[in-house]
């Protein structure tokens, strides 16, 4: 039970995870960072962009339900949203458990990577506060913010460059050997399943703007539209 990786694709995985990463925070903030965004460009790596854009907007909703601001904690997004995708379109099963195994090794994946931004920036404070840091001149605080920048890409890839390939294989594997047995969740059920979760964390996100519950519903029924179209 392999998947078909050379060396090329991992490294163009894991600058292109870096570039994400640096998205959410640093440089340029262009959203490439979104989970939809970012799990589509895993997808096409891997020559499954479709299957790539599900685990994205999945990811939208479970892993976006604070924005990336302020004192709460939130999960990062990008390189976990990219590594999903990816790890789907790796596992190339063809399998109704493909998207959400990928979709739960999204979840993971970006509170990992919560774990590592709060390291990170502990870093980035010593750099700022260090020996010349708060008085220092406008030419060291630049260096210093160039090297906090550059660290932080450094961190999200390697967050996929490790995470990657146990993503793409334990997707192959659940989708390979499903649950079988008397009492067990079918595939339809564990979808089922995960789209009452994301549908229950969206849902709670919009708390009591009632003006927006509208909106929620009319995505919901064009949602099940489209899947039945699909199917």
Do not use: K, N, Y
Not at 38 to 43: D, N, P, S
Request: contains cysteine; hydrophobic residues 55%.
């Amino acid at each position: 039970m392999g998947i078909d990786l050379s060396l090329g694709e991992w490294l163009l995985a894991c600058a292109l995870g870096g570039l994400v990463g640096l998205d959410a925070v640093s440089w340029p903030q262009a959203m490439w960072s979104r989970p939809i965004v970012a799990g589509t460009l895993g997808g096409v790596l891997f020559g499954a962009p479709a299957e790539g854009c599900l685990v994205g907007a999945c990811l939208e909703l479970v892993l976006s339900r604070h924005a990336p601001f302020g004192g709460a904690r939130h999960a990062e997004t990008g390189p976990a949203a990219l590594t999903a995708g990816a790890a789907c379109g790796l596992a190339q099963s063809g399998s109704a458990i493909d998207v959400p195994a990928a979709v739960a090794c999204g979840w993971a994946i970006g509170w990992l990577g919560t774990r590592s931004v709060t390291v990170l920036r502990r870093v980035t404070a010593r750099l700022a506060t260090g020996p010349g840091g708060g008085w220092g001149s406008a030419a060291t605080l630049a260096r210093r913010h160039r090297l906090a920048m550059l660290l932080d890409g450094v961190r999200a890839g390697l967050l996929v460059a490790s995470l990657l390939v146990p993503s793409a294989l334990l997707v192959r594997f659940l989708s390979t050997h499903p649950a079988a047995g008397p009492g067990a969740l079918g595939a339809s059920a564990l979808v089922a399943i995960g789209l009452a979760g994301m549908g229950g964390v969206a849902a709670r996100a919009l708390g009591a703007r009632r003006r927006h519950w509208p909106a929620f519903a009319a995505g919901g029924i064009l949602g099940a539209v489209l899947a039945a179209v699909l199917a």
